[in-house]
């Protein structure tokens, strides 16, 4: 239908009366775009049917699935089977470790127990996965090998496609996939992918807690039955019975009780307690979870089997978000300890519990001599502070003091020696760098002690980690040499006076200002009321603030020790006790004797530019482009006859006034400024003044301020009343035009009049019949025509002083070969079509060209040879024209040249003489002749 209409059978139709047909032809036409739209919006439909099918598939196979590793595998192969990808990846985000790794893969990657051949973590931000988890953007790279952060894995591939797994804006994990063919994938393929990342992004999230939940259980676990007493977990909601959610396996051990039987009913345990024991039991175990206290127990139990036994309970408990609790305790079975020594055991228990839960560690070290120290306990703390594990040091496999430079080690060796000797304490500040790089303070305080009669000594020391209150100190250090820093360049001292004793206290700062000797140390108060002159008003305030106990901010005058005269800015504020009296005054005191001599500088310059304005007669504006607000001084109202109170906002008032066909002008210019062609702008545009006349202004103006798109907001300039110069000029160009035209008649009048000279001269050469006679005449024709030809080229040109000499000398030429009917001759021509020549050095140029090319037909060349050949070059560089004319002729002794007497040789001469050139001829081989002269500046109407 689209064939037939669009090649005009439609017209064929109509002529024909087959109107029918047209219309059904046109329907036709109109039924098939809607098969069209209905077609397009099957296709779209279908896959969208596709897509939901595989995330109805997808969903549906981790339904009822919970381990992180099942549910990844199970996407992965659904994305493999209705994507038709040849593999798929999924990685998940481990927040703790800030790395994605592969926890399931389809394809190459997958082993055939399901396991991840090769499984990578990688960073966040390395590779194109590691991109992506940064960004949270997905990413198609339609060619690997252009991608530098693509990094191999099994094997390499030409395109990749990835899509972050986000969770309330959180990465959770990544999809990816790669394929061996270039351009693969599309951005169907990435809409489709981030709907399935959606789709299963909390179930994902879940699975992942639940790993988590798993690994921690089974690391609890792992711990629990290493433990040497039962762990219990309890959780406790407030107004309910505690239920019990974990046990250890160590409870049939110690309460004859399977794991199974304990958490079904924990009466079970409970029951065993000792009746006088179990009312003291719950009352510490409620007391603990009400106050948040830790737990700890020694209660007496009777088990199944009848034994009695010590257990020792400690624990503690932690709020849940729900209000509940939940308490972790441990079980030991203590009975041998309590039997044997019940204080020993408990004086152990707590020393452990106080050193474990110190904040530092203790060290107990031993020396027989002094150059062996061993370490005989350390407690658990050294893994935080010194990074290394408890029973490797204790073993000797690694020690504390490698840590340490050394130096510091060397020092620490000698105190400890001293110590050692003396008996004494032992003290010391040092910093060590871990094997993780950090760089640590560690605070050292112990005591030596000397066992009986032995030479044992043993030191007990306790090590603080006091990095962060060094760093803070160091901070700090660095703040106030910061600040002194800052108090010098800014010139700024401060102080404190104490009111009761008058004793005053500066900073280093403050001397240099007074030009006090430091040695010297501060003024007293009456000494420093010395540097001020006391009849000052400020001065006089500064006093009655003091005596009155009120904050002050005045500018003082300040009279050096050498008679300087400075001034300072002081600023002070009282310090008042709980009783509200004043005990001491602090302040600042900076020097503004260089800002006041600035100010007074800038407030010249201020006056120096208005008055400059003002002699030049200058309007000043000052226009905001944003907020179409301006500021003018009172010339730019005079110019158009107002008075700035006649006009309440002079930006719109002016373009208002401005002429219609200029008002253009300034918005294109501000137009150039903010595309950064241009700073500033310089037009002329008429105004209409309170009169009702135009006047001619020059407008000027420069950019001073940018909005963040590079907008105007902000300009000044000036404004010129240009009106009578205006018309001056229009008047000096009308005359100009006029002298022009004048000057052009002129040349066209003597070219004519030289025209009519030599064609009387030609009349008289042909009316002659002496020979000789005839060709005097011809010679004097062409000489006159070569300057006429001159005034043609003024007259036909727009300049009437510089000669296209390119154009010139060829027409030139031609004439001549014309005159002399020359048929066996050739002139070759080489100069620059651009060159221009004054028409003084023309004029002459023009009849020695004549002259030289006349003389080589007349007397160098045989008229019945084909070969001869005329060669004219002129070139112009540094200020100087070079010539250099030759023939083909017999040449001649240069004797007879100088000689001749020739009218004809003495015009080569004297044109010469009149160019000031500089020649040189050469007559052996034919005619050559090489002259230069320089340039002249001169006009035509020169007294050249």
């Known amino acids: 239908v689209d064939l037939i209409v669009n090649n005009g059978a439609t017209d064929f139709i109509s002529k024909n009366n087959l109107s029918k047909l047209s219309h059904s032809i046109t329907r036709e036409r109109d039924n098939l775009e809607v098969r069209k739209e209905l077609k397009k919006n099957r296709v779209e439909q279908e896959r969208s049917l596709m897509l939901l099918k595989a995330i109805n598939d997808i969903t549906t196979s981790i339904l009822n699935t919970n381990s992180l590793t099942d549910i990844a595998n199970a996407i992965t192969e659904k994305i493999m089977t209705h994507f038709d990808f040849e593999d798929c990846v999924i990685y998940s985000f481990d927040e703790q470790t800030n790395m994605l790794e592969q926890i399931a893969a389809t394809g190459p990657k997958k082993n055939l127990d399901s396991s991840i051949n090769g499984a990578i973590s990688l960073k966040i931000g390395e590779g194109i996965v590691g991109s992506v988890a940064k960004t949270l953007q997905p990413e198609i790279v339609n060619d690997l090998t252009k991608d530098l952060r693509y990094i191999k894995d099994i094997e390499s591939n030409n395109s990749e496609i990835t899509v972050p797994i986000l969770l309330d804006g959180k990465l959770i994990g990544i999809i990816d996939s790669e394929h061996e063919e270039k351009n693969y994938y599309t951005q169907q393929h990435l809409q489709d992918l981030e709907t399935v990342a959606g789709v299963i992004a909390t179930k994902f999230k879940a699975a992942q807690e639940n790993s988590r939940l798993c690994k921690v259980e089974n690391q609890i ?283 005053i206290e500066w900073s280093e700062e403050l001397y240099n200002i007074y030009d006090r000797d430091i040695q010297l140390g501060p003024p007293n108060f009456d000494g420093f009321l010395t540097y001020h002159d006391l009849t000052d008003s400020n001065m006089e305030n500064l006093l009655k603030s003091i005596q009155s106990g009120e904050p002050y901010d005045v500018d003082l005058k300040l009279i050096t020790k050498k008679g300087e005269n400075k001034y300072i800015r002081a600023i002070g504020s009282p310090e008042k006790n709980s009783t509200g009296e004043v005990e001491r005054f602090t302040g600042l005191a900076q020097d503004i004797t260089r800002r006041l001599e600035l100010q007074k500088k800038l407030e010249n310059s201020e006056f120096t530019l208005d008055t400059a304005v003002k002699g030049a007669n200058l309007g000043v504006w000052d226009a905001n482009i944003r907020d179409q607000l301006g500021a003018m001084n009172e010339r730019w109202y005079e110019m158009l006859g107002y008075s700035s109170e006649e006009i309440e906002n002079p930006y719109s008032f002016f373009f208002s006034r401005v002429h219609p066909e200029d008002s253009e002008l300034i918005l294109n210019e501000i137009g150039k400024i903010e595309a950064g062609k241009q700073d500033s702008f310089e037009v002329t545009i008429r105004v209409k003044c309170k009169c009702g006349e135009y006047r001619t202004i020059l407008d000027k103006g420069t950019a001073l301020e940018y909005d963040e798109n590079g907008r105007v907001v902000r300009m000044i300039g000036t404004h010129l009343d240009i009106t009578e110069q205006e018309e001056l000029r229009i008047k000096i160009e009308n005359s100009l035009s006029e002298k022009t035209l004048l000057l052009s008649e002129i040349h066209h009048r003597v070219k004519n009049n030289l025209a009519i000279v030599t064609g009387l001269i030609s009349l008289q050469s042909i009316g002659s019949g002496d020979e000789e006679l005839k060709a005097l005449l011809d010679e004097t024709a062409r000489r006159i025509k070569s300057i006429a030809q001159v005034h043609e080229l003024l007259y036909n040109t727009d300049s009437f002083t510089d000669i296209p000499f390119d154009k010139y000398v060829r027409s030139l030429t031609n004439s001549i070969s014309e005159t002399l009917n020359n048929k066996n001759g050739i002139i070759n021509l080489k100069i620059d079509e651009n060159l221009v020549i004054n028409i003084n050095q023309a004029i002459p140029l023009g009849l020695l060209l004549n002259e030289l090319i006349t003389n080589s037909f007349k007397y160098a060349f045989d008229l019945t040879s084909k070969n001869n050949v005329i060669n004219f070059s002129l070139e112009f560089k540094d200020g100087a024209y070079y010539a250099n004319y030759n023939d083909s002729g017999s040449g001649f002794e240069r004797s007879k040249l100088e000689s001749s007497s020739s009218l004809g040789s003495l015009l080569i001469d004297t044109l010469l003489q009149q160019l000031e050139a500089d020649f040189n001829i050469e007559t052996e081989k034919g005619y050559t002749i090489d002259f230069t002269f320089a340039e002249s500046i001169l006009g035509a109407h020169s007294n050249f």
């Open 221 to 503: 676990k792992l711990i629990t039955e290493n433990i040497e007493g039962v762990v219990f977990r309890h959780r406790i909601t407030p107004g309910s019975k505690s239920k019990l959610i974990y046990v250890s396996s160590k409870v049939k051990e110690v309460y004859e009780i399977d794991i199974d039987a304990a958490l079904a009913d924990t009466s079970l345990i409970w029951n065993q307690i000792i009746e006088e024991d179990r009312d003291h039991v719950y009352k510490v175990f409620n007391q603990s979870i009400l106050k948040d206290k830790s737990l700890y127990l020694i209660f007496r139990i009777k088990t199944p089997s009848g034994k009695f036994k010590w257990i020792e309970a400690t624990g503690n408990s932690i709020l849940q978000s729900d209000g509940s609790y939940i308490t972790d305790t441990v079980n030991i079975d203590v009975t041998e300890r309590v039997n044997i020594n019940e204080q020993v055991q408990a004086s152990e228990e707590l020393l452990r519990s106080i050193t474990n839960n110190f904040p530092g560690t203790i060290i107990r070290c031993s020396t027989s001599d002094k150059n062996h120290v061993n370490i005989d306990y350390i407690s658990e703390g050294c893994e935080e502070i010194f990074e290394m594990s408890h029973q490797e040091i204790l073993q000797g496999k690694i020690t504390p003091w490698q840590l340490f430079s050394q130096e510091d080690f060397k020092e620490l060796v000698t105190s400890i020696e001293r110590s050692a000797d003396e008996m004494t304490s032992l003290n010391f500040t040092y910093p060590i760098k871990t094997k993780s790089g950090k760089i640590k303070y560690l605070q050292g305080n112990g005591t030596a002690q000397r066992l009986g009669c032995e030479q044992k000594i043993i030191f007990d020391t306790v090590i603080l980690d006091i990095t962060t209150q060094k760093e803070t100190e160091i901070e700090l250090l660095e703040t106030n040499n910061s600040l002194e820093k800052a108090h010098k360049v800014g010139e700024l001292g401060n102080w404190t006076l104490d009111i009761k004793t008058n004793k």
